[in-house]
């Protein structure tokens, strides 16, 4: 039965046609298990389409559409190509396929077989994050690179959910953890807790958005949406109402998403609340996405068309200046330091090179200042200048310092902080795309009075100048370079927004004047002339300031985000004001409207327009609005020519009036609908050009995936080549191998096993997988189960000797088997080794060594032996030192032996002399006397003859004591 709450999701399916949710789930090692947990837990309808990429070796059939039919009721279907996606269904990626998905249709491409390596699963998710953009799901499971990064990043872009799996719960966790310290993870889960997350995601962007994300469904949505805004102004500092109104709300609702809760409105409240939360809400708005070398295309225009105009500048020794604004993670002004090193290496010049990369997210500056990043940038920068400006870290790349010497990165708001000034190249790329046209319009003559004379000011392919042509010429339309015209040079007052100086306040979007600022020139401009209420505005009927109480003539709302003076104006002075702005322009001088009246509220008041230029050049500057009272208006002079007061001219000049009044205003509107027509057209144009240039970029992303899915292919089938090798070798071996060998695993299971194992356990090929215990054994061994858990347990070898039946010996180990990499026990080796003959000449030894201590202690006189360089010292003596000398052959041995000590101290050194004799010529004897423990000397003969080790050449002695015969002198 379905719960409640996935009814509500049933009910609220979205509208396949432009509404279908899309989850893409990329995965490569290990993925098998964590999509069956995946699946298992998924909650039974979502309403949405999930799609599968695995890394699949294009040889092999995917078994993975009949696996996973078995943990999930929905139906599981092989993507074809032109396949159109349907909710609540699974689709599986071919084999050798490079898919992409346009609207809810489904294209696959075969691979090309260029040798180049590419992430199939970043190039899908670029395509479905430009697809479906806040209804895209991006999920990294078990996997072994980096694939899926630049992916993950499209869709946060586009305000996409993206999760990863949690890397302990992976069984290769090197894609989940690329992504994680990618930055690219909104949420890091389990696999059975992801389809949770996605089901309630699903449902809260349901109950807060439509599905353009233009309003939001809410009651009151746009109002909460402000406030939202204030409150991180007011708390950071940081004013996003001039940011594209889609850009903010995806940001916004994505937190509230993550956070669970079910509306604006509830988000606004914790906000308040939590102060912390407005942290993560700001790295929301931080769109941080960058790359080394980002569009190759415009950085081949760079090379072609910019360096050599920078280079002529250093000519003359001057130094290179370069503003990157908005520079992120610092890749795009490491790439531009790299392209002016390479450039200056070839030419001898003193110039330096000071590159000013600046931005509004500190924590990105501080990774741009370290200039350290994650092995993946080895798909964006070529070999060779990877070695050359990159020294390899542990875990990445770290830019060199000749490199890094020529940045200085620093915390700055374009929109309302001062520019760098006598800029020789301004890049500023995808930021304008992210603001409003009005603060886009602002921002270029920022850019211009930044640059020094022929300076270069270098565009997002989805940027423009807009209708600033009379500010920068165009060098590169496609690349979208620009160089600047030094026909006019404002001054910087003129570019930097009121709002970045110090005491001004924000009230309703607007820029507000404190009371108590007398000594600005703005505010000595008003209590001179002695004027009402007034307004100072810019060349787009923009306001700067507001002097004086303007609430009578402008509708001043709490949440009015409106900044311009027309557009404020109350019903009735809307088209006067606009009549006197248009002249005041034209004849550059003051202009006064006639008395006119206009209704605020229930009651009509009168008043008058007065229109004052505020800078030299009136048609492009700087305009002073004054609303003066009708009762404090100066009266017009009177004519010198009466006019004849008769009724029909009367009523015919009031008519003229009216009619006049009336076209001037269908003329006005005409033509401010008109001019958003064209607004509106030239939006469009550069969203399609935007459009366009994304799907070229798809294209090439898509080919260098089909590339790396070549060398990955090529590199597993190897692979496989060479497992298949090592097993052919490793069966032969086996089979020559004349050691039985029995391989068990941890419940005694045959698994493998040598022929000549079959003599101890009557084993065939039939038995493997059966107990070894079950079988019959040759051996009179009856431990085995014991020894082999005690192995187990231990890790311990056991080794012991054990007899056959037919009285052959075997040397038996038990081993633990512990197969690489993991280490990890999975078994035992039972090994035998044959050493029956070892085994009979061990007993033969024995016996030989039994009769010949029989001799030895029966013989007539002593054997010993000695050393070569030891003198009297004896290393061996017979037994029968004691019956014939009375001494034990332990009290003759070593250091301490008495022998040297009982000769007659006049034989000794005839003793010694024997020794050395016998050592040079083969053989000696000498007579000595020997003292017995009686105190009597008996006459002994002693009989040397040297001996030499055959492998070492060593030298030693061997002889005999034998009595003498006593004679009558002795």
């Given at each position: 039965?379905?719960?409640d709450?996935?009814r509500?999701?049933?009910?609220?399916?979205?509208?396949?046609?432009?509404?279908?949710?899309?989850?893409?789930?990329g995965?490569?090692a290990?993925?098998?298990?964590?999509?069956?947990?995946?699946?298992?837990?998924?909650p039974?309808?979502?309403?949405?389409?999930?799609?599968?990429?695995?890394?699949?070796?294009?040889?092999?059939?995917?078994?993975?559409?009949?696996?996973?039919?078995?943990?999930?009721?929905?139906?599981?279907?092989?993507?074809?190509?032109?396949?159109k996606?349907k909710?609540n269904?699974?689709y599986?990626?071919?084999?050798?396929?490079?898919l992409t998905?346009?609207?809810n249709?489904?294209?696959?491409?075969?691979?090309?077989?260029?040798?180049?390596?590419?992430?199939?699963?970043?190039?899908?998710?670029?395509?479905?994050?430009?697809?479906?953009?806040?209804?895209?799901?991006g999920?990294?499971?078990?996997?072994?690179?980096?694939?899926?990064?630049?992916?993950?990043?499209?869709?946060?872009?586009?305000?996409?959910?993206t999760?990863?799996?949690?890397?302990?719960?992976?069984?290769?966790?090197?894609?989940?953890?690329?992504?994680?310290?990618?930055?690219?993870?909104?949420l890091?889960?389990p696999?059975g807790?992801?389809?949770?997350?996605?089901a309630?995601?699903?449902?809260?962007l349901?109950?807060?958005s439509?599905?353009?994300?233009?309003?939001?469904?809410e009651?009151?949505?746009?109002?909460?949406?402000?406030?939202?805004?204030t409150?991180?102004?007011?708390?950071?500092s940081?004013?996003?109402?001039?940011?594209?109104?889609?850009?903010?709300?995806?940001?916004v609702?994505?937190?509230?998403?993550?956070?669970?809760?079910?509306?604006?409105?509830?988000?606004?409240?914790?906000?308040?609340?939590?102060?912390?939360?407005?942290?993560?809400?700001?790295?929301?708005?931080?769109?941080?996405?960058?790359?080394?070398?980002?569009?190759?295309?415009v950085?081949?225009?760079?090379?072609?068309?910019?360096?050599p105009?920078l280079?002529?500048?250093?000519?003359?020794?001057?130094?290179?200046?370069?503003?990157?604004?908005?520079?992120?993670?610092?890749?795009?002004a490491y790439?531009?330091?790299?392209?002016?090193?390479?450039?200056?290496?070839?030419?001898h010049t003193?110039?330096?090179?000071?590159?000013?990369?600046?931005?509004?997210?500190k924590?990105?500056?501080?990774?741009?200042?370290?200039?350290?990043?994650?092995?993946?940038?080895?798909?964006?920068?070529s070999?060779?200048?990877?070695q050359?400006?990159?020294?390899?870290?542990?875990?990445?790349?770290?830019?060199?310092?000749e490199?890094?010497?020529?940045?200085?990165?620093?915390?700055?708001?374009?929109?309302?902080?001062?520019?760098?000034?006598?800029?020789?190249?301004?890049?500023?790329?995808?930021?304008?795309i992210?603001?409003?046209?009005?603060?886009?319009?602002?921002?270029i003559?920022?850019?211009?009075?930044?640059?020094?004379?022929?300076?270069i000011?270098l565009?997002?392919?989805?940027?423009?100048?807009?209708?600033?042509?009379?500010?920068?010429?165009?060098?590169?339309?496609?690349n979208?370079?620009?160089?600047?015209?030094?026909n006019?040079?404002?001054?910087?007052?003129?570019?930097?927004?009121?709002a970045?100086?110090?005491?001004?306040?924000?009230?309703?979007g607007?820029?507000?004047?404190?009371?108590?600022?007398g000594?600005?020139?703005?505010?000595?401009i008003?209590?001179?002339?002695?004027?009402?209420?007034?307004?100072?505005?810019n060349k787009?009927?923009n306001i700067?300031?507001?002097?004086?109480?303007?609430?009578?003539?402008?509708?001043?709302?709490?949440?009015?985000?409106?900044?311009?003076l027309?557009?404020?104006?109350?019903?009735?002075?809307?088209?006067?004001?606009?009549?006197?702005?248009?002249?005041?322009?034209?004849?550059?001088?003051?202009?006064?409207?006639q008395?006119?009246?206009?209704?605020?509220?229930?009651?009509?008041?009168?008043?008058?327009?007065?229109?004052?230029?505020?800078?030299?050049?009136?048609?492009?500057?700087?305009?002073?609005?004054?609303?003066?009272p009708?009762?404090?208006?100066?009266?017009?002079?009177a004519?010198?020519?009466?006019?004849?007061?008769?009724?029909?001219?009367?009523?015919?000049?009031?008519s003229?009036?009216?009619?006049?009044d009336?076209?001037?205003?269908?003329?006005?509107?005409?033509?401010?609908?008109?001019?958003?027509?064209?607004?509106?057209?030239?939006s469009?144009?550069?969203?399609?050009?935007?459009?366009?240039?994304?799907?070229?970029?798809?294209?090439?992303?898509?080919?260098?995936?089909?590339?790396?899915?070549v060398?990955?292919?090529?590199?597993?089938?190897?692979?496989?080549?060479?497992?298949?090798?090592?097993?052919d070798?490793?069966?032969?071996?086996l089979?020559?191998?004349?050691?039985?060998?029995?391989?068990?695993?941890?419940?005694?299971?045959?698994?493998?096993?040598?022929?000549t194992?079959?003599?101890?356990?009557?084993?065939i090929?039939?038995d493997?997988g059966?107990?070894?215990?079950?079988?019959?054994f040759?051996i009179?061994?009856?431990?085995?189960?014991?020894?082999v858990?005690?192995v187990l347990?231990?890790?311990?070898?056991?080794?012991?000797?054990?007899r056959a039946?037919?009285?052959?010996?075997?040397?038996?180990?038990?081993?633990?088997?512990?197969?690489?990499?993991?280490?990890?026990?999975?078994?035992?080796?039972?090994v035998?080794?044959?050493?029956?003959?070892?085994?009979?000449?061990?007993e033969?030894?024995?016996?030989?060594?039994f009769?010949l201590?029989?001799i030895?202690?029966?013989?007539?006189?002593?054997?010993?032996?000695?050393?070569?360089?030891?003198?009297?010292?004896?290393?061996?003596?017979?037994?029968?030192?004691?019956?014939?000398?009375?001494?034990?052959?332990?009290?003759?041995?070593?250091?301490?032996?008495?022998?040297?000590?009982?000769?007659?101290?006049?034989?000794?050194?005839?003793?010694?002399r024997?020794?050395?004799?016998?050592?040079?010529?083969?053989?000696?004897?000498e007579?000595?006397?020997?003292?017995?423990?009686?105190?009597?000397f008996?006459?002994?003969?002693?009989?040397?003859?040297?001996?030499?080790?055959?492998?070492?050449?060593?030298?030693?002695?061997?002889?005999?004591?034998?009595?003498?015969?006593?004679?009558?002198?002795?």
């Amino acid at each position: 039965m379905r719960t409640d709450s996935e009814r509500k999701l049933k009910g609220k399916e979205p509208d396949i046609t432009n509404d279908l949710w899309v989850i893409g789930v990329g995965a490569s090692a290990g993925g098998l298990e964590a999509l069956k947990l995946f699946f298992d837990k998924l909650p039974g309808s979502t309403g949405a389409a999930y799609i599968i990429f695995q890394h699949l070796d294009p040889h092999h059939k995917s078994l993975l559409r009949d696996l996973l039919k078995f943990h999930t009721r929905m139906e599981v279907i092989e993507i074809k190509n032109g396949m159109k996606l349907k909710p609540n269904h699974v689709y599986i990626t071919p084999p050798v396929k490079q898919l992409t998905l346009s609207g809810n249709i489904l294209a696959t491409t075969p691979e090309k077989k260029t040798g180049k390596p590419n992430n199939p699963i970043s190039s899908f998710f670029s395509s479905l994050a430009l697809a479906k953009k806040e209804r895209a799901v991006g999920i990294i499971l078990s996997g072994l690179g980096s694939d899926g990064n630049t992916g993950l990043q499209a869709i946060s872009e586009a305000g996409g959910f993206t999760i990863v799996q949690t890397p302990s719960t992976a069984k290769f966790p090197s894609m989940p953890l690329s992504a994680i310290n990618a930055g690219a993870a909104d949420l890091v889960m389990p696999p059975g807790k992801m389809g949770q997350a996605i089901a309630e995601h699903i449902k809260t962007l349901g109950f807060i958005s439509s599905p353009s994300l233009s309003v939001t469904s809410e009651s009151g949505g746009d109002e909460v949406l402000e406030d939202i805004l204030t409150l991180v102004r007011q708390r950071a500092s940081y004013d996003f109402s001039n940011y594209k109104k889609s850009t903010i709300l995806r940001r916004v609702i994505k937190r509230v998403s993550v956070l669970k809760m079910h509306g604006l409105q509830q988000y606004l409240e914790f906000l308040r609340k939590d102060p912390k939360e407005t942290e993560h809400l700001l790295n929301e708005f931080f769109i941080n996405v960058s790359g080394f070398f980002r569009d190759r295309p415009v950085f081949a225009a760079i090379e072609k068309k910019v360096l050599p105009m920078l280079l002529e500048k250093t000519k003359n020794g001057s130094d290179l200046r370069i503003w990157v604004c908005g520079c992120s993670h610092g890749q795009e002004a490491y790439s531009i330091g790299i392209l002016l090193h390479e450039a200056l290496e070839g030419i001898h010049t003193q110039s330096k090179v000071l590159i000013f990369a600046s931005d509004i997210d500190k924590e990105a500056l501080q990774v741009a200042r370290e200039g350290i990043y994650s092995e993946t940038i080895a798909t964006e920068i070529s070999k060779e200048r990877l070695q050359k400006y990159f020294i390899k870290l542990e875990k990445g790349y770290q830019v060199r310092k000749e490199i890094r010497q020529m940045m200085i990165f620093a915390h700055q708001n374009v929109i309302q902080d001062p520019p760098f000034s006598r800029m020789d190249l301004v890049s500023c790329r995808n930021l304008l795309i992210y603001l409003d046209q009005e603060l886009q319009r602002k921002i270029i003559p920022v850019f211009h009075y930044s640059l020094s004379k022929d300076g270069i000011l270098l565009l997002g392919r989805s940027e423009n100048i807009g209708d600033h042509t009379d500010l920068f010429s165009v060098i590169d339309r496609r690349n979208k370079i620009f160089v600047r015209k030094n026909n006019h040079n404002p001054m910087l007052s003129e570019v930097i927004r009121p709002a970045a100086k110090a005491g001004l306040s924000t009230h309703g979007g607007l820029r507000l004047l404190p009371k108590d600022d007398g000594p600005r020139p703005i505010t000595r401009i008003y209590h001179s002339t002695g004027d009402g209420p007034c307004a100072i505005i810019n060349k787009g009927d923009n306001i700067l300031y507001l002097l004086g109480n303007m609430q009578d003539y402008l509708e001043l709302g709490k949440r009015q985000t409106c900044n311009s003076l027309s557009g404020l104006a109350r019903k009735g002075l809307k088209q006067a004001l606009l009549r006197s702005l248009r002249k005041a322009r034209k004849l550059r001088k003051e202009v006064r409207s006639q008395p006119l009246r206009f209704r605020k509220d229930k009651q009509y008041l009168e008043l008058r327009v007065e229109v004052t230029p505020l800078s030299k050049d009136a048609g492009a500057g700087i305009f002073k609005v004054c609303f003066v009272p009708a009762n404090a208006a100066q009266k017009p002079k009177a004519t010198k020519r009466r006019i004849n007061n008769q009724p029909n001219m009367k009523n015919e000049l009031t008519s003229l009036r009216q009619h006049l009044d009336a076209a001037i205003e269908e003329l006005e509107i005409s033509h401010a609908e008109l001019q958003n027509t064209k607004e509106e057209y030239q939006s469009t144009t550069e969203e399609l050009q935007s459009t366009l240039e994304e799907l070229e970029t798809s294209k090439e992303e898509l080919q260098a995936g089909n590339e790396e899915l070549v060398t990955i292919n090529a590199e597993l089938q190897e692979k496989i080549e060479q497992v298949s090798v090592i097993n052919d070798d490793l069966n032969n071996l086996l089979s020559s191998m004349d050691v039985p060998t029995v391989f068990l695993d941890l419940t005694l299971m045959i698994k493998r096993f040598t022929p000549t194992a079959a003599k101890i356990f009557n084993i065939i090929p039939s038995d493997t997988g059966r107990p070894v215990t079950h079988l019959a054994f040759n051996i009179n061994y009856h431990s085995l189960r014991p020894d082999v858990m005690e192995v187990l347990e231990t890790l311990t070898p056991k080794k012991l000797e054990v007899r056959a039946f037919d009285g052959t010996w075997f040397y038996m180990r038990i081993l633990p088997y512990q197969p690489l990499p993991n280490n990890k026990v999975e078994g035992v080796l039972l090994v035998f080794n044959d050493i029956s003959d070892h085994k009979y000449a061990e007993e033969h030894l024995l016996e030989t060594n039994f009769r010949l201590n029989l001799i030895n202690e029966n013989l007539g006189m002593i054997p010993f032996a000695c050393s070569g360089n030891s003198g009297l010292k004896l290393s061996f003596a017979g037994k029968s030192s004691s019956t014939i000398l009375g001494f034990s052959p332990q009290q003759l041995l070593g250091s301490s032996s008495i022998w040297p000590h009982h000769i007659h101290p006049a034989d000794r050194k005839k003793i010694e002399r024997s020794l050395l004799t016998a050592l040079e010529t083969g053989s000696a004897q000498e007579h000595f006397r020997w003292k017995f423990p009686d105190g009597n000397f008996k006459r002994f003969l002693q009989h040397l003859w040297r001996i030499e080790d055959i492998s070492t050449g060593a030298r030693s002695l061997i002889g005999t004591w034998q009595r003498a015969p006593e004679t009558p002198h002795t």
